[in-house]
């Protein structure tokens, strides 16, 4: 996952299906990563109050200098920061829309979506199914 961040600057569903991983580049620099466990990380993992998804990076490079060591305890989408998250989630969602629908579709059904309380929730399920149907 590290080494197409690198590669690429994100990461998407499709870097996990094999054609991607085959990429000789993505060995070439998984073979000059060196991987260690923070014990403290597992183990906050594992605790029910906590459940921390916890990583941190720091890169060296080749003429001796190297960056600050970058630690994130909650990542977005963690529980803990669903508020950060949210904005970014519905970003993604209409841009997954945007592959699939016309504009005009894709605002109809992110609009009922957004209004889940009031509207989606009323939304027979077939009326909801067929805005999903293929245009």
Not at 94 to 111: C, G, H, W
């Amino acid at each position: 996952m590290t080494a197409i961040g690198f590669l690429k600057g994100n990461l998407v569903a499709e870097d996990y299906e094999d054609d991607v991983a085959s990429d000789p580049l993505i060995d070439v620099l998984r073979s000059k990563m060196v991987i260690e466990e923070e014990p403290r990380y597992s183990k906050e993992y594992l605790e029910a109050d906590k459940r921390s998804i916890a990583n941190a990076i720091q890169i060296y490079f080749s003429d001796g200098s190297f960056t600050d060591k970058v630690e994130v305890e909650y990542p977005i989408g963690h529980k803990r920061r669903r508020e950060e998250g949210i904005p970014i989630l519905i970003e993604k969602f209409k841009t997954n829309l945007a592959t699939q629908f016309s504009n005009s579709r894709s605002d109809e059904i992110n609009s009922l979506c957004l209004a889940q309380i009031s509207t989606l929730e009323e939304t027979v399920v077939s009326d909801f199914m067929n805005l999903l149907a293929a245009e």
